[in-house]
């Protein structure tokens, strides 16, 4: 009688396997087979009424099916679990796809770029030179008396009584001309650091691009004709400029550079003051003195130099009304570039 109920649930159980297709249909068979009341567990039971002589051989018989169907049940679970994994691995091609931001060259790097490619059609190599400097590169080489203003501790970042960041890119005009020989021709890129209060209008750090040309007869008619080239490829062809004496201690005489404003077209605005002007650069002819520093005879050589801040180059060409916000890295405004 229990031999007989062996093989009908051996076979019943061989039939129901093979019908099982996901997790619900399991747990039935599982209740149906192994739970307290399920069809293994009534053989147990039935074992009871069985004689003391069958009592061995059909219980080794019931211990052999409950494992044979256990080990079944297990392995077709595994089974389920693995291509449930499976099916949530699977790529749903409707979805819409992650975004990749692309990077792009910071605003100043692209007008650095865009200034470097103009000098360099102009004939100017590009030269680099250390932040950190030092006191006589930055300030008395370049013919700053030593009690000039500049030298104060409020604009300057010390480092040591010799040593400072430097606040300005002209100390590499002092290396370049300390270690090369006339003619020069090269513009230096590069940070600037002052200890300035920080406002919409000047922040700590800074870019400046420096120019120096030095050869027998270099003229102010030249440094003119070199700036208005620039300002005209960088700024546009209509432009229109003008050049104002000023005074700087290593050039003589010294010039700022002004371009009508864009924003209002010289008719006067906020941003030009309400002058119609807007000041980009200082330039001039090396001072005779700056020469004697760097034994380069002023008999013999003439130069001009200039320098111009980028921020306020690419604030002006972009219309951008806030320093910092170059300093800042938000993506929200390095994406519109
Ligand atoms: N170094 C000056 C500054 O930071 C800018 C400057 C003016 C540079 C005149 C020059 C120059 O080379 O000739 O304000």
Not at 25 to 40: D, M, P
Not at 57 to 75: E, H, I, M, P, Y
């Amino acid at each position: 009688m229990l031999e007989e109920k062996i093989s009908e649930i051996n076979s019943g159980f061989n039939q129901d396997i093979v019908t099982i297709k996901d997790q619900k249909q399991l747990e039935e068979l599982r209740i149906k087979y192994f739970s307290r009341n399920g069809l293994v567990s009534q053989l147990f039971n039935e074992l009871k009424n069985a004689s003391k002589e069958e009592k061995p051989v059909l219980g080794k018989s019931l211990n052999t099916l409950r494992n044979d169907l256990t080990a079944r049940f297990d392995s077709l679970k595994v089974k389920l679990e693995i291509s449930k994994e499976k099916e949530e691995d699977k790529i749903d091609l409707s979805l819409p796809g992650t975004r990749r931001i692309i990077g792009s060259r910071h605003l100043i790097t692209q007008t650095l770029d865009e200034i470097k490619t103009i000098f360099k059609g102009l004939g100017f190599s590009v030269v680099g030179g250390p932040e950190l400097e030092s006191d006589y590169n930055n300030f008395g080489a370049l013919n700053f008396p030593p009690n000039h203003p500049a030298r104060d501790m409020q604009d300057t970042f010390f480092i040591t009584e010799d040593f400072l960041l430097r606040t300005h890119t002209s100390p590499v005009q002092i290396r370049v001309m300390e270690k090369y020989k006339p003619p020069i021709r090269v513009i230096m890129p590069g940070l600037c650091y002052r200890n300035e209060a920080i406002s919409s209008r000047s922040y700590c750090v800074f870019h400046q691009v420096e120019g120096l040309y030095v050869d027998t007869d270099v003229t102010f008619a030249e440094l003119k004709g070199t700036l208005v080239s620039f300002a005209q490829q960088f700024y546009g062809e209509g432009l229109k400029y003008r050049f104002r004496p000023s005074f700087f201690p290593f050039t003589e005489p010294s010039a700022e550079m002004d371009i009508t404003c864009f924003l209002c077209h010289g008719k006067g605005c906020r941003v030009c003051k309400h002058s119609g002007w807007l000041e980009i650069l200082g330039c001039g002819m090396v001072d005779p003195n700056v020469f004697d520093n760097v034994n380069i005879d002023h008999e013999k050589y003439t130069g001009y130099a200039f320098g111009m801040g980028i921020e306020r180059t690419a604030l002006l060409k972009y219309g951008i009304d806030d320093i910092r916000i170059f300093f800042e890295n938000d993506f929200r405004f390095l994406r519109q570039f």
